[in-house]
């Protein structure tokens, strides 16, 4: 029975991740979620009680999945120029999967409308990402401060979660973004 229910629990956060990767966190429907999985709708409240449970433990996933990423992404290679193409590679491959998006870039979108637990969620995310991010920098910039470090990183993931909104916004243009990642290339932020 405790297998059933992991089963249920996991094609719920399959089907509710590519419901907002494609269409975002508004777009989520306990009842649409429940005719996709083929369980009832008191089957996704068992499991999530409420929207922003549901969201919050999308978010805890991806966090769980971009760690994993870091890590084997680490454990191949410390050549920041190949890392940096790593990460940038793995945003663009939203594109490869019918124009989806980041789970936290599309979030961070609506989060006038997202409550604050799931906003926390969203933080964090970025955290994780600026702090991996960092990491590769300092490969390449072992003297550079905390601070400078950090804002550079920042920079980093915020230019390539913009690239991806941007490509997604014009209807999932894989040339859009890597039009803008160039762009960023050009301007020295992913090198220098």
């Known amino acids: ?24 966190y508004t777009a989520l429907s306990f009842r649409d979620l429940a005719s996709e999985v083929g369980v009832k709708s008191a089957s996704v409240h068992y499991h999530f009680p409420t929207k922003p449970d549901l969201a919050q433990a999308l978010l805890d996933r991806r966090c769980a999945d971009q760690e994993a990423f870091f890590e084997d992404l680490f ?3 410390q050549n920041y120029e190949t890392l940096i193409k790593g990460y ?5 491959s939203g594109f490869d999967d019918g124009n989806r998006m980041c789970v936290a870039g599309v979030m961070s979108a609506e ?44 920079a980093i993931y915020a230019a390539v ?5 941007i490509a997604h916004g ?4 894989a040339a859009a973004f890597d039009e803008v990642i160039a762009g960023f290339e050009a301007s020295g932020l992913f090198s220098r």
């Not at 940038?88 to 663009?92: E, P, S």
């Not at 990402?129 to 400078?148: D, Y």
């Open 170 to 173: 014009l209807g999932g243009d």
């Open 88 to 92: 940038i590679a793995m945003f663009r």
């Open 1 to 24: 029975m405790t297998e059933a229910r992991t089963d249920t629990r996991e094609a719920i956060l399959r089907s509710a991740r590519t419901t907002v990767e494609t269409h975002g």
């Open 75 to 77: 454990s191949q290679t």
């Open 111 to 154: 989060i006038s409308g997202l409550p604050d637990p799931v906003r926390a969620a969203i933080r964090r995310f970025k955290d994780l990402n600026v702090a991996w991010i960092s990491k590769m920098l300092r490969i390449k910039h072992p003297r550079m401060g905390a601070e400078p470090l950090g804002q550079r990183a920042f």
């Open 161 to 165: 979660e913009g690239a991806q909104l």
